[in-house]
């Protein structure tokens, strides 16, 4: 499949050499030229977003809101085929890419860059049937799972913001926790050992209660400052939608106070570590 | 083993039959005679708790910190052996039980009446070396795994507070993540095949996301009146520790509203349907 990447971060270029390696032809694009390096003689190189929205499907695979709205929406560009945006984004600009553009399929992702280099990112797509079936052969590419939220964008934008929502509580519930539990002398790697035996045997406790138990918090796998504008797209959807989420708030001011403590760059399961600060002694 | 067991509520009664069945020798006691009458023939029926006290292992499995007291430190009663205390209570009385008495061993359990009847209850002990191993062929007969937190009492009871805050954390959320979902038109259904095939794939996030889909709250198989006390219990540890629970504050809040509209016999999922009823609609 002929297939344009506009944004080559860490997500994005792994998931380039991916669909490379899966035997796809590309065309990638990135603000600054240096990402597109590694690249040369594998795929072409576009000298413009435009060149590679002229793909017969076209992904984009950027950091945020505005990066999203500077790529399509401030230049006017409108892809020749499907647009496949991978990003997490907010509900608002989900709707208003699905109204510019002709075919939009929002798929995104759950996985770490790691995971996006070995094809095994779990895929959230939504948009109209017959797009989502096309994309098919680049979501098993670079997925272990491809899910079907429905055929409106933002369901499957929803799904992603509710469900990294979700990831934070464990981080904040787990974080109250483990301060508790070691100010009564029981052993985290005793606790998690628990936890993870019984009722919240989940790959998420496992691997952010370990992170935990080790402090090991830097380098950053997801930031606090991505955490916190993961938050923040809970709490404007909520806004939108008219729901309560009262736990979205108390995370997002537990975040920012972390932040403004100068822990911004750590992984944002260093919450935990900023909660325990915060006891008596 | 000849056990006591002081309790006979929904789950004092299922331990005790499946003590029997595995091959002990029990005496049973309840404040209500009514409930001893399942065991007449099978078991030796106490007319007091000291009787039962006199045991060489005397189990309590009683409501609340209250009832504990009231069987315990009013009448000054002491036991003959091991005081093996299986229900949720606080640090404080935990303290208190282990000062008074020559042998105390604190082993809440996770489960619910159904796993004790089978015998596939965990169990957390902490207590005396020599106390948790004499008890092992009572945990047993009663559990499918057994976990030692440590020698103090304490810790035990530290482990299943925090730990049954973190349920409640997952209620919350849950509930919080349905309502926003439900919003932008995913189906409940497909968000939680979402969830719990990837990262947060947990058997409590597939249980009680499976009581929010199907709105099954009635009868309660741990009502919410039950998990305000938990939560309350947890408020008072990290009272008493010095340690901030921002989230378990929050929760306690949500539940106390929505006993007070009317929902305390309500299972506690049933939080996820109050904070969707606050939507604005």
């Known amino acids: 499949m002929d297939i344009g990447i506009i944004g080559l971060g860490q997500m994005g270029r792994e998931m380039a050499a991916r669909l490379i390696d899966s035997g796809h032809a590309l065309t990638v694009y990135n603000r600054t030229a240096a990402a597109t390096q590694r690249f040369r003689g594998r795929a072409r190189i576009a000298s413009s977003a435009a060149e590679a929205a002229g793909a017969e499907v076209v992904i984009t695979m950027l950091a945020d809101d505005a990066a999203v709205e500077s790529v399509w929406l401030r230049q006017k560009l409108i892809p020749r085929g499907i647009h496949v945006n991978m990003a997490t984004v907010s509900l608002a600009l989900t709707r208003e890419l699905a109204r510019a553009h002709h075919q939009y399929v929002a798929a995104p992702v759950f996985g770490r860059p790691a995971a996006a280099a070995k094809g095994e990112l779990d895929i959230i797509a939504a948009g109209p049937k017959a797009a989502v079936e096309r994309c098919r052969p680049l979501f098993e590419a670079l997925a272990r799972q491809v899910f079907v939220a429905g055929e409106t964008p933002e369901q499957a934008a929803a799904v992603k913001i509710a469900r990294n929502f979700l990831l934070a509580t464990v981080i904040e519930s787990l974080g109250e926790a483990f301060a508790l539990v070691g100010k009564a002398h029981v052993s985290p790697e005793t606790f998690l050992h628990i936890l993870t035996s019984t009722s919240l045997a989940a790959p998420v406790y496992k691997s952010y209660g370990r992170q935990m138990v ?22 404007s959807a909520a806004r939108e939608k008219g729901v309560v989420m009262p736990t979205a708030e108390l995370i997002r001011k537990n975040l920012l106070d972390a932040i403004a403590q100068g822990n911004g760059r750590k992984d944002w399961t260093a919450l935990a570590e900023y909660l325990g600060s915060k006891g008596s002694g």
Chains 1, 2 share one sequence.
């Open 214 to 235: 080790e402090g090991a918090y830097e380098p950053a796998q997801f930031s606090m400052e991505l955490g916190l504008k993961d938050l923040e797209l809970a709490l």
